[in-house]
């Protein structure tokens, strides 16, 4: 279980940092970095095995019919991407504790940013590319916390909701990619798609699933045309701008690119689409990086830039294209992070960014400038750093390809020119802020940071100096194993050196260098030249769309959803009766060949009042008390029906719901309208009698037909295989916490949500109870009968005890967890109904939000422990044991998994029914009519 442990003590990191809000700033930065420091030596560890060659694997069997599994895979490429997602947080984190200052939540900053780890190593070492997208969705929702840490501020929470919208809307494409690519090789593991490169290319939606994996990518990576989302996600604190925007998530899209770059690479639309978009990007954000007054903007469009100059590194028809690209992701996270890091420093200890106001810094820090003239050189391509290494490698791939036939020679052309450009903004970094004159009105008196925030850029500097210098020694291993993963075979021979004599490449370097520092002596002109175009305020346009898009589904839903309950079953019923009434008159005869079973009196008794009780509630509607009445008799009659055809489970399941639904519909007759609203034209009474009747025939004509004909069940599967796959005779409770195990687990996640969501919509409404009925008369002044208190307080042990009998037996008899739950909810909410909110709260303390999450976490827990057994998620364990003085029994894992049903039951019913019951008071309320 390495493998799996690395993201896991990160989830860890972000599950202690969450806690750690009572504890020092630094031990809370000691206990955060420990977990990714451990995950880093266990990497570490893992190396040298992948170095030679070997793919380590781990699988967990998740859900085996659909092909999702818990799988983990660590190649040449996933490793160096984990190495860049540890190191570089490992970093960030020490930086941000003293960057943070004391009045922000630095615990909260952890915990999203140990979260977002999580997700990125995830994203890198899955196995399935299921489980790969849900964490490629989980970057998404942890960058937009970690973008609107800064809550406050207006631009933070704009940034972080156009990031999620855009990069949300690639993860979309994303998964329709992946389930088309799963679709075509019959798997959704990444073993699998990674060896079916011509299957996947000769079949016809081969197209179709590319453009969808690519959005998934060019959004995730800030593409052009959906590059303006990570400007405005500048608005984050500047630690999470080195980590998500420079070194890791925005990575995620090239890391896409290169996971598939075997199988989806190779055909002219890859080519096409790949290479023109990485161009068109690199060109683009290139020159808008020229202008940018903002330091953090001049770093976004500068990302933006090598993020294309790499994509388009994946799009040129050669394999060392793509060992060049996976070289410069290494050094641009080195030099753009530690560039993001100065940049922080000089905010922090100047109070701006602004390069206009920031200027003569040279002489007030000249530490920190020294180290981040070094990686803005380094961001420039300048010799001896490692920039100037995969620049080159650039160049000479450009000389290399064939994208425009004849015209081809303008692809180096533009890449030089793109290389100017990119000295031109680094030697604005450079001067502007470190030179050029004094100091324009700072906020505050500019000094020097303290050695331990500068020392994570000092590392990475270090490495830029090192890979520039001796690079062989320093990522040789790491660039080779990366590359035959991303390649899918046999790295061709490659050659990373600062010397390879007078070439074309080096002359492409030189005319970028010269070039660029012309463009910025002359960048008076350029400048005035941009003031002359038409600007283009990609957030105003973001935000035309977004209203545009929710105006059009405002008045689309007003259409549809007016308020009107009435209409809502009539679109409904209507809908029904076309699509299921429809089928029943191609039908050549309606009865099978089947017997019918003779009605006897008893079925004809129930049957009659099931019928009446129903109509009785559509008539004494508006006296509620009547109508509640006569809806429990259907419940009851229901019930008694599930008993009659021996299905106990169901009638026990029924019969709780039924009380706990009538206790929930007697508290809420309080607060309905003490009138009846004014009835419906006889119009509308005719057209309802005509749907409700039709649809009658039609329900009553598929169940005769569907009872006269022979039913091919799956029940004699369960029946076969509940007691030797499941340990139960009770094949229904077997069904619910071993073979639908996993359905169990969502219903209850689902019940808790749904309770915690009526407990926050409940916890501040303010409802009054009336204090008389519609006559006028009041109520009881006793509120609490003492003979109703009594008889309470003597059923509550009887019933728990009968509880905790269901629940014991229900693996092998009529029960288990669902219903005891229920019948113990009952039983408190009965202590509610006799005592009141505020007796029970005198003598018993209950926290049911916590008692939700025990539940839901016994139940997973109990499912996740099935791997250790080497079984599937959820699979049910079972033996039988002597026990002195008991005897032989039998003890089953599903019995913990249904103590965890039971207990999320409990918790969340009682929660519903109390919060509703606590809204009650003495004081009249006006009446309203609905």
Sequence with gaps: MTLLWIPLLSLLGSIISSMSGKLTRNQSTRLTLLMPIIALIMTISLAPTVFSGEVLRETFTWIPLLGIDIAFRLDGLALLFVFMILVIGILVIFYARFYVSSKDSLPKLFTYLMLFMTAMLGIVMSNNVIQLWFFWELTSISSFLLISYWWHKSEAREGAIMALAVTGAGGLALLAGLLLLGNIVGSYSLDVILASKELIQNHSWYEVTLVFILLGAFTKSAQFPFHFWLPHAMAAPTPVSAYLHSATMVKAGVFLLARFYPVLAGTDTWFILVSFTGLTTLLFAAYVALFKHDLKGLLAYSTISHLGLITMLFGLNSELAAVAAIFHIINHATFKASLFMATGIIDHETGTRDMRKINGMWRYMPYTATLAMVAAAAMAGVPLLNGFLSKEMFFAETLHQQLLGSMSWLIPVLATVAGAFAVAYSARFIHDVFFNGEPVNLPKQPKEAPRSMRLPIEILVALCLVVGIIPNFVVDDILSAASQATIGGQVPEYEVALWHGFNLPLLMSGIAVCGGLLLYSQRRFLFQFQASLPSLNAKKLFDKVVLAITTWCQVKVERIENGSLQRYLTLMFVVVLVFA???????????????????????????????????????????????????????????????????????????????????????????????????????????????????????????????????????????????????????????????????????????????????????????????????????????????????????????????????????????????????????????????????????????????????????????????????????????????????????ASALIFDLGVYITVVGSTLMILASLGRLTTNEPKEEVSI
């Design 581 to 891: 009434g429809w089928p029943l008159f191609e039908m050549s005869q309606l009865g099978g060949q089947k017997e019918l079973t003779p009605i006897d009196v008893f079925n004809a008794m129930g049957a009659a009042l099931l019928i009446i009780g129903a109509i009785s509630t559509v008539i004494w509607y508006s006296n509620r008390v009547v109508s509640l009445i006569m809806l429990s008799v259907v419940g009851l009659m229901a019930s008694i029906a599930f008993t009659r055809f021996s299905a106990p489970d169901l009638a026990l399941t029924q019969l709780t719901v039924e009380v706990v639904t009538i206790i929930l519909l007697m508290l809420a007759l309080f607060f309905l309208p003490q009138h009846s609203p004014r009835e419906s034209s006889s119009a509308r009474i005719l057209r309802d009698l005509g749907i409700s009747g039709a649809l009658g025939i039609v329900v009553a004509s598929i169940c005769y037909a569907l009872v006269t004909r022979p039913l091919d069940s799956i029940s004699e599967f369960f029946l076969a295989n509940a007691k030797t796959g499941g340990g139960g005779t009770n094949v229904v409770n077997v069904i619910l916490v071993d073979f639908r195990g996993f359905d169990t687990l969502g219903e209850i996640c689902v019940l808790g949500i749904a309770a915690l969501g009526i407990y926050k919509l409940l916890i501040n409404l303010p409802l009054l109870m009336p204090k008389s009925d519609s006559k006028g008369r009041p109520w009881a002044k006793e509120r609490y009968p003492i003979l109703l208190a009594s008889i309470s307080q003597s059923l509550l042990p009887l019933a728990l005890l009968v509880s905790f009998y269901i629940f014991l037996r229900g693996h092998n008899l009529p029960g288990g967890g669902f219903i005891a739950g229920l019948v113990t909810a009952v039983a408190f909410i009965l202590q509610y109904i006799a005592h009141g909110s505020n007796w029970i709260a005198q003598r018993l303390t209950i926290n049911y939000r916590k008692i939700i999450a025990t539940g839901v976490a016994i139940a997973l827990f109990t499912g996740v422990g099935s791997w250790f057994f080497g079984k599937p998620f959820m699979k049910t364990w079972f033996d039988y044991f002597n026990i002195p003085l008991i005897g032989e029994i039998e003890l």
